[in-house]
């Protein structure tokens, strides 16, 4: 199995994480990268695997360096660090002297389980296995990641925006390689995204969990929101842990009230439509060279976050209204279907805890 063959500093809590920082199905792919989450930190792996000639590791030496972090937003700057590092560990096992230099130089104070700092540093491992090695199957940088999340979802985004603004547990299933499955959840926690002051401080967090195994159901049973992805497929038959499961470009739920969520309508296209054209403004002022400054992340971001607060101000002021009465108008003024986008509406409404009168169904408002 897995083991924890070197960290610093030495006396930190690494419960699991050799099994975080590998896939379950690592040995059939020669390299790899995974996000995970531990305890209150946030994790950053490269895995690489090489064939040798020896007997006691079965053919392929197998090993991840990984490194801790409080923040997962910066940990991408240090992958190609740890992508030297891991090759370097496989050539020449047992030399730890750039890993400790590294570490000298990052470590830092980490919040202990009170959230208050403690004397633990920022934390480097490195987990090692033995099996097999498979050909090797290539990630693309951090950088594309918002366009490859566009490009391989299609429309279906505006499904996976819905169960995100409604803070819905979001299971991804993926056979390795993992590291482009992890940005995916990153997308999918962006889609989320509200800049409005005092909304719903009652409403879970969406949180990125990134990569997560079997070691991790007992925590899963306890979260009420989580974006994840997992290579195992045992996750699906587990229906209690997860709201929307997400196989490819499949994207499913298993609560019949959840369902009308899945249907695409006038509405998504429109949206869909609307964030194909600026990214191709986009590209075309990339390309004739008067705009350096923007890119697609930022623009990704900002289409949703101007979506997502156009809504809630509009909820808010009709809760703050005399009436307090919605209307067909001000669904589609929020940029929503009002037949189609009603059961959202409605389940928004409820988990935020917007005080407002649905009138969508009276056929003077329609």
């Not at 059939?28 to 930190?41: A, P």
């Not at 990984?66 to 991408?76: A, E, F, K």
């Not at 490819?248 to 296209?269: G, M, R, S, W």
Request: proline share 5%; aromatic share 10%; glycine share 6%.
């Amino acid at each position: 199995g897995n083991m924890v063959e070197w960290c610093l500093p030495q006396d930190i809590d690494l419960e699991g994480v050799e099994f975080k920082s590998m896939a379950s199905g690592s040995h059939k792919i020669q390299s790899d990268f995974i996000y995970f989450r531990k305890g209150l930190c946030f994790g950053l792996a490269c895995f690489a695997n090489m064939p040798v000639e020896s007997e006691l590791e079965r053919g392929a030496r197998m090993k991840s360096v990984g490194i801790l972090s409080p923040s997962y937003t910066l940990l991408y700057r240090y992958m190609h660090f740890l992508e030297n590092q891991v090759r370097h560990q496989l050539e020449m096992p047992g030399h730890y002297s750039h890993l400790e230099a590294f570490y000298d130089d990052k470590k830092g104070v980490l919040p202990d389980s009170k959230g208050t700092p403690s004397s633990q540093q920022a934390v480097h491992w490195l987990p090692s296995i033995h099996r097999y090695m498979y050909p090797e199957m290539k990630i693309t940088h951090p950088a594309g990641c918002m366009s490859q999340f566009i490009k391989f979802f299609g429309e279906q985004i505006l499904v996976l925006w819905k169960f995100a603004l409604l803070r819905k547990r979001i299971l991804i299933f993926s056979p390795p390689p993992v590291g482009v499955v992890c940005y995916r959840v990153y997308c999918c926690c962006c889609l989320a995204n509200v800049s409005l002051p005092g909304l719903g401080g009652a409403v879970p967090e969406s949180k990125p969990f990134f990569y997560v195994n079997v070691a991790d159901i007992e925590m899963l049973e306890t979260e009420v929101s989580y974006v994840a992805c997992t290579t195992e497929k045992i996750f699906e038959q587990k229906r209690d842990l997860y709201d929307v499961y997400v196989d490819n470009q499949n994207v499913k739920t298993h609560h019949e009230h959840l369902q009308p969520l899945l249907k695409i309508n006038n509405a998504d296209k429109e949206k869909y439509r609307r964030l194909n054209d600026q990214r191709q403004m986009l590209m075309y002022s990339q390309e004739v060279g008067e705009d350096c400054s923007s890119c697609e992340e930022d623009l990704f971001i900002l289409f949703f976050m101007e979506q997502n607060n156009r809504i809630f101000q509009t909820l808010m002021e009709v809760s703050a209204s005399q009436d307090k009465t919605l209307t067909a108008d001000h669904a589609r003024g929020m940029g929503l279907d009002p037949q189609g986008d009603r059961s959202f509406l409605m389940d928004l409404l409820e988990v935020y805890g917007i005080d407002v009168m649905l009138v969508i169904d009276n056929p003077c408002c329609t």
